[in-house]
């Protein structure tokens, strides 16, 4: 036996020091810190049987029992292991489960005796099982046969014994496999012994995984399902086809969708053939995606109108999915067709959607007339409308119709999306920003180099004006006042076509009349920073870096009877470069500029 180190010595001098000098409970923390680095480190450092002993009476220790377990259970010394065999029946400052666990860490061969006592006594079965099962050892199967059936806790323990009777036996591991796909209670457990049984190889597994079709747990099903198609058994399909007429309606549907998934040749007609004999048609339904045809086709349709909610379901998916399918391929009439028979039965909000929803993508005036009216829908719906607008052949319909979809409509992306194609129809467009306080016209200037600070960013840049038709030069570069109007539903103006468009500053300038002297609040928003001048007057600013978001800020002001002129600065660091500014009365209520 290899003698203890110098090393070792060293270490364990410090480790027990404590016994030479004064109490423990006076040590000083750091010195209690080094003394558990240092028993730690004998895990790495010794094989000796000395250092063993030693440790041994560490044991006993309550402050470093719990280090000295550590060494133990990973020194190959076998005087470690019989230590901690030994440590089972007399006391230490450690509980008997933290040494079964440390035994089981081990793969303890020489302790199984002593577990299985205590297992027959059933102590500290919580971690005995456990323990066994990492051991491996086959004197524990009855123990943890007997786990597996009494508590669910312990499945997995018996998983993982069984996993290592494969690595030595794989026959004999394919019939406790075998029986863990029968006995087990848990879905995972039982998967887990189904992916085993492909592990070994096994004969049994159709069997097994056809058993295992017919559970109550989704993706057990699945499991069983994908590996019989991935590793198809010879004449499968033709046996799975052969069951068919004898088994129990939702064990058909698996089968169905097993010989679906294997491709089989009379798979098509015998979907067709259970949605005909209506014995539990809702899997027949479910497949019909599956396959393409006239008849497909009109079996999903048949569905539509069928007693069961459930199966009306099922076959409105269908519809949907093989409607989209001839979407993709470019057959728009097919996809018209399919939808507008599901717009015209009645069907729950759910459906209704994603009726609506493919009746956008298709975007066919047909389809107009038979979108629903329904509240719930009403945004989807008026996405649907503007996608279906652009197809209109009548310009007066298309206009009326953009026309209702931009005022009725209250997603930002639907109203601007309404807006543009209004504008490319050469309707007057702003109104509808200016509908809500937006002023979406604006004259625009730079852009040029970004303040540096707030104070300079509050500094009005013109001593009087402006006046539109000055000219500017930046570095040698012209610079003159353009008008701009935004089509943005919420008067967000763009401002990124400037150059440059990072770290700088732009201005946008308009004259408002107002018929009266009033009080007025004025609601910014902007990306990044704003400064705003009402008649050369500061109103507001806000030196920041943010996103836009309407309404980030508000200003109260007056405006004159009259012309009004109103300026904003506008900071930009990188990235989005926008603002918006919105007119409201005294109380923040936006005003109708239409009017």
Not at 62 to 79: H, N
Not at 215 to 229: D, I
Request: aromatic share 4%; glycine share 6%; charged share 25%.
């Amino acid at each position: 036996m290899r003698p203890l180190t110098t090393a070792c010595l060293a270490l364990l001098a410090l480790a027990g020091c404590h016994n030479q000098l004064r109490p423990f409970s006076t040590v000083e923390a750091s010195e209690v810190t080094a003394r558990r680095a240092a028993i730690r480190k004998l895990a790495l450092t010794t094989t000796g049987t000395p250092a063993c002993l030693e440790l041994d009476a560490l044991l006993d220790d309550a402050v470093l029992a719990g280090d000295v377990l550590f060494a133990l259970e990973r020194i190959s010394d076998p005087e470690a292991e019989r230590i901690l065999v030994d440590r089972l029946h007399r006391a230490s400052a450690l509980p008997t489960s933290a040494i079964i666990r440390s035994l089981g860490a081990r793969r303890a061969a020489s302790a199984v005796p002593s577990l299985l006592t205590f297992a027959g006594a059933q102590r500290h079965l919580h971690a005995v099982i456990p323990a066994l099962a990492r051991i491996g050892d086959d004197r524990a199967e009855d123990v943890l046969r007997a786990a597996l059936q009494s508590d669910t806790r312990y499945e997995a323990d018996w998983l993982r014994f069984v996993e290592g009777v494969a690595r030595r036996d794989p026959e004999r591991a394919a019939t406790l496999y075998v029986t863990t796909t029968e006995t087990a209670r848990l879905p995972q457990t039982r998967s887990a012994a189904l992916l085993g049984l492909v592990r070994v190889d096994h004969a049994d597994i159709e069997r097994v995984a056809l058993l295992q079709l017919a559970s109550t747990n989704v993706r057990e099903r699945h499991l069983s399902r994908a590996l019989l198609v991935r590793r198809p058994p010879s004449g499968l399909a033709t046996r799975v086809a052969a069951r068919l007429g004898s088994t129990t309606a939702p064990m058909r549907g698996e089968l169905l969708r097993l010989l679906t998934a294997l491709r089989y040749v009379g798979a098509r007609e015998l979907v067709l053939r259970e949605i005909q004999l209506d014995r539990d048609s809702r899997p027949a339904f479910q497949l019909l995606p599956s396959f393409d045809g006239d008849d497909i086709a009109e079996a999903a349709l048949g569905g539509l109108r069928h007693e069961r909610p459930d199966v009306r379901r099922a076959a409105n998916d269908a519809v949907h999915q093989l409607a989209a399918l001839r979407l993709a391929t470019d057959d728009r009439n097919g996809a018209r067709a399919l939808v507008e028979a599901t717009l015209l039965q009645p069907a729950s909000d759910a459906l209704l959607g994603e009726s609506v929803d493919l009746a956008e993508r298709i975007a066919d005036p047909v389809l107009l007339p038979l979108l629903p009216t329904n509240s719930l829908l009403h945004q989807r719906v008026l996405k649907a409308r503007l996608a279906i607008a652009a197809n209109l052949t009548d310009k007066a319909s298309r206009l009326r119709l953009l026309d209702e979809i931009a005022r009725g409509s209250t997603d930002r992306g639907t109203r601007t999306g309404a807006i543009r194609q209004l504008k490319n129809l050469g309707a007057d467009t702003s109104l509808y920003a200016r509908a809500a306080g937006f002023l979406p016209r604006w004259h625009v200037l730079g852009s040029f180099p970004k303040a540096t600070d707030p104070k300079s960013f509050e500094m009005h840049p013109f001593a009087a004006g402006p006046t539109l038709d000055q000219p500017f030069e930046v570095r040698g570069k012209p610079k003159r006042w353009k008008q701009h109007e935004t089509i943005d539903a919420d008067g967000h103006v763009d401002l990124t076509f400037l150059r440059p468009n990072s770290n700088a500053v732009a201005y946008a300038f308009l004259e408002l009349d107002w018929p009266r002297a009033e009080k007025i609040t004025l609601k910014v928003g902007s990306d990044d920073g704003v400064a705003l001048w009402v008649n050369g007057q500061l109103a507001h600013a806000n030196f920041t870096t943010r996103g836009i978001r309407t309404d980030n800020d508000t200003a109260k002001t007056h405006f004159l009877k009259g012309k009004n002129h109103l300026l904003v600065k506008v900071s930009q660091g990188g990235g989005g470069w926008e603002f918006c500014v919105r007119v409201a009365d005294d109380k923040g209520k936006p005003i109708d500029l239409t009017r």
